[in-house]
């Protein structure tokens, strides 16, 4: 009897756990503004894109930190043109546009480096909300009155009045 109690002993510790299979085959997803894009590994681009709610990069994300960084990437490039867009409207250059970790702030103005940095977190935001907080920071560093603000915001920024909402309320919890 005591063998074979014995013999099921080292049955139940010679059976391994059942490991969960990992599809290969699943699509890398990369989340950016609210949306789950399809990663793509081209070798022979330089720089990241989006197309068609799929991210094409040139470096293969081995962890979500690396993934973070391709969004991140997108994200700049996309400021980038925004800024482009509303620079040529304004009549202005802003030398500078860059990313960096606030705790609160979407935006902030640097006049003397004639900068503008914006948060990381826009990563999470709409891309409505990301067009609403461009034209708010090109607004606030040339120095644009309310009335010209709201007037350029309904010509040029759709859904403008709930992204001001939102940026409003936020601001207020800031405070």
Not at 77 to 83: F, H, Y
Not at 124 to 129: G, P
Request: proline share 3%; net charge positive.
């Amino acid at each position: 009897m005591w063998i074979s109690l014995f013999l099921i002993f080292v049955i139940i510790l010679a059976k391994k756990p059942e490991e969960k299979k990992i599809n290969v085959l699943s699509p890398l997803v990369i989340p950016l503004y609210g949306i789950a894009y399809t990663y793509k590994y081209k070798h022979d681009i330089s720089v990241s894109y989006k197309k068609d709610k799929i991210i094409y990069a040139n470096k293969e994300p081995k962890s979500a930190l690396s993934r973070k960084k391709i969004a991140q990437e997108i994200l700049l490039i996309d400021l980038k043109i925004l800024m482009g867009q509303w620079e040529e409207r304004l009549g202005c250059i802003i030398d500078k546009i860059y990313l960096t970790n606030f705790k609160t702030k979407s935006f902030q103005i640097c006049p003397q480096d004639s900068a503008i940095a914006f948060s990381n977190k826009l990563m999470i935001q709409s891309f409505a909300y990301i067009e609403f907080i461009v034209a708010k920071a090109c607004f606030e560093y040339i120095g644009i009155g309310v009335d010209r603000q709201e007037e350029l915001l309904q010509q040029c920024v759709n859904d403008w009045k709930h992204s001001n909402k939102v940026y409003t309320y936020e601001r207020s919890i800031r405070n």
